[in-house]
Structure formats: C-alpha cells, structure tokens
C-alpha cells in the first residue's frame, strides 16, 4: 500500500503554530509580536499600557487617576484653542493614549498633538506633539525622559512634552542642540509654543486640577 505524505507545513506555523492573540493583558509581556499583528490587536486590558518594543510586547500600568486628569485638562485647554482659531484647513487635532511608531518598535503616548500640517491630519501621521505623564518609578522616569525624548524625536515630532507632577515642571524637547533642546517650565510658569500661535498653558492650573483628585 503507497504511503501518503504528510501535508506540507510552511516555515511560520512550523515555528509558532500558535496565531498572535487579538487581545492583551498582563500575561503578554515579553511575548513575540510583529508591528502587523500589534496593529490588529482589537481589545487590551485597560488596567495596562501596551507598548512593542524589539518586537516584544512591553506592558506596564496605565496612567492612575491624577495623571489622566492631567491629561484631560490638557485636552480642553486644546481644544479650547483650537476652536478659537480661525482655520479653515482643519489641521489641528488631539487625542490621547495614541501609538507612535518609533524606531524601537511602536510606543503609547498619553496625548498627541497635530498642527501646522496645511491639511486635515491622518492617525498615521507622525504627531506635531507628544504629550508624557511620568510616574516616581525610576525606571519609568528614564523611559520618559531618556528613550522617549529620543524615539519621539527621530521620528519626527517637533516638540516632546514631559509633565512631571512630583517635580511640579512641564520639561519641552526639541531636536535644538544643547540647553536651546531642552526647556524647564516651573510650576509658576505659563508655556507658549511658535507651533500654536497665542496658546497659553498654565502650568499651575493643570497641577491643580491633578492635585483635587488625588491618588
């Protein structure tokens, strides 16, 4: 009796028979991805951040309560501005907890900022301005400040905004050389950016309203 072979396997599902889950939670750190199965990731665990990074799935709290006030003061003040601009290309937008291709891999921003691009802005658009809340974890500090500054950077964002609510600073980045790349804006201070015409940003009034609720 002639053997029958068996069906022929191609090299991937011989390798990791197991398709990339549509789903993330806690148990998916460390785990292989690509950028295409990441960007069909459907549904994650909210209680988390996930972020690809070398091609591994890098997950690490969300951002707690007080943060994502912060974030969303931010936000009205934005769209406060934005609605007071006389604009009639419609090139400015924001929105939160946005993926950001990077030469690493693919990271999450608290907040994203487009503007100035003479046209409605796509979500694959490299944003004009990324917006980060830091945590007191070291680690966490050194990915804000250091990894993020510099991804954020090399893929084209023009200005990284850091808000550190322990140190009470708004620290703004930019690919200027030496000191003119990196500026400190106090608690008492109030921002102001050539990249947003008349956009004033009160440092204090964001803090407070991070400080009311606590956490």
């Known amino acids: 009796m002639a053997t029958v072979p068996p069906?022929?396997?191609?090299?991937?599902?011989?390798?990791?028979?197991?398709?990339?889950?549509?789903?993330l939670d806690a148990s998916c750190a460390g785990m292989a991805m690509s950028e295409v199965e990441y960007a069909a990731v459907d549904d994650w665990d909210r209680a988390y951040r996930f972020e690809l990074l070398d091609g591994r799935i890098v997950v690490s709290p969300a951002p707690n309560f007080?943060?994502?006030?912060?974030?969303?003061?931010?936000?009205?003040?934005?769209?406060?501005?934005?609605?007071?601009?006389?604009?009639?290309?419609?090139?400015?937008?924001?929105?939160?907890?946005?993926?950001?291709?990077t030469s690493s891999g693919v990271r999450r921003g608290d907040r994203v900022?487009?503007?100035?691009?003479?046209?409605?802005?796509k979500l694959a658009d490299v944003p004009t301005i990324a917006v980060e809340i830091v945590s007191k974890d070291k680690r966490d500090r050194h990915r804000d400040f250091v990894e993020k500054r510099?991804?954020?950077?090399?893929?084209?964002?023009?200005?990284?905004?850091?808000?550190?609510?322990?140190?009470?600073?708004?620290?703004?980045?930019?690919?200027?050389?030496?000191?003119?790349?990196?500026?400190?804006?106090k608690a008492t201070g109030t921002y102001r950016t050539a990249l947003l015409p008349g956009f004033e940003l009160s440092i204090a009034e964001l803090l407070a309203e991070a400080d009311a609720v606590g956490g």
């Open 150 to 185: 510099r991804e954020y950077l090399q893929a084209g964002v023009r200005e990284y905004w850091i808000f550190d609510p322990f140190r009470r600073t708004l620290t703004v980045c930019t690919t200027a050389e030496g000191d003119a790349g990196r500026k400190v804006v």
């Open 66 to 101: 007080p943060a994502r006030t912060l974030v969303e003061a931010l936000s009205r003040k934005l769209w406060q501005y934005f609605k007071a601009v006389d604009d009639s290309t419609l090139d400015h937008t924001t929105v939160a907890e946005q993926d950001i291709k």
């Open 113 to 121: 900022v487009w503007c100035g691009l003479g046209r409605t802005p």
């Open 7 to 23: 069906p022929e396997l191609d090299a991937a599902s011989v390798l990791d028979p197991t398709p990339a889950p549509t789903s």
